[in-house]
């Protein structure tokens, strides 16, 4: 007695190996989205954070914590790295002062090797819709045109006057700027 056993044909292998195909595109594709979005979601909170900071010290103080002019990478365990490709570092001084109120953010999640961090600056003359708000902070998202999650987002460094999107003016690196104005 002779028993016939069929097979797969090429045909129905290459239909199964492109179903599993497609599958596993539309699965990557949904990832890379969600964790964009966590990862965005974890700058806003990070950023929220460190402007609450600010506002917490100024109101303890009547004071900034760091009036010297030069950026200050906020964040103390990722380094900061405009989107030129500048390094920022943290500053002693505004860490120490800060320290007093709470602690800041010790990373954000990065992408790419430039713009990356939340950087705090404080520039005398800044005004805000014509009001003096000296300090602000500044970030990036990841993805280009995303909200930036926080108020009185400004549309230039100084002087400064509301935004008329959910952002900055501008994308660099593929990545959303954000600059905050840090109202006290």
Same mark, same amino acid.
């Given at each position: *007695? ?8 090429i045909?129905? =292998? ?8 497609? =599958? ?10 969600? $964790? ?36 200050? %990478? ?29 602690t ?14 939340? *950087?705090?600056?404080? =520039? +005398? ?5 014509? $009001?003096s708000?000296?300090? *602000?902070?500044?970030?990036? /998202?990841n &993805?280009?045109? $995303?909200? %930036?999650?926080?108020?009185?987002? *400004?549309?230039?460094? +100084? ?5 008329? &999107? ?8 593929? $990545?959303? /700027? %954000? ?6």
């Amino acid at each position: *007695m002779s028993k016939s056993t069929r097979g797969f044909t090429i045909v129905e =292998l290459l239909i199964v190996i492109v179903v599993i195909a497609i =599958l596993a595109a539309i699965s990557i594709v949904a990832y890379n989205g969600i $964790k964009q979005r966590a990862d965005n979601t974890a700058i806003i909170n990070a950023a929220s954070q460190s402007i609450k900071s600010v506002q917490a010290y100024y109101a303890a103080n009547s004071e900034y914590p760091f009036t010297g002019g030069a950026n200050v %990478c906020v964040t103390t365990a990722v380094t900061c790295v405009r989107d030129e490709g500048t390094t920022e570092v943290n500053n002693t001084t505004f860490n120490t002062n800060i320290a007093t109120i709470g602690t800041p953010p010790a990373s954000v999640p990065t992408s790419g090797s430039v713009a990356n961090g939340i *950087m705090y600056n404080y =520039l +005398s003359s800044r005004t805000f819709n014509g $009001k003096s708000q000296p300090a *602000m902070i500044f970030y990036w /998202l990841n &993805g280009t045109n $995303k909200e %930036c999650g926080v108020g009185n987002i *400004m549309n230039a460094w +100084s002087p400064a006057v509301t935004a008329t &999107g959910p952002h900055t003016n501008g994308n660099s690196a593929g $990545k959303t /700027l %954000c600059f905050i104005s840090i109202a006290v």
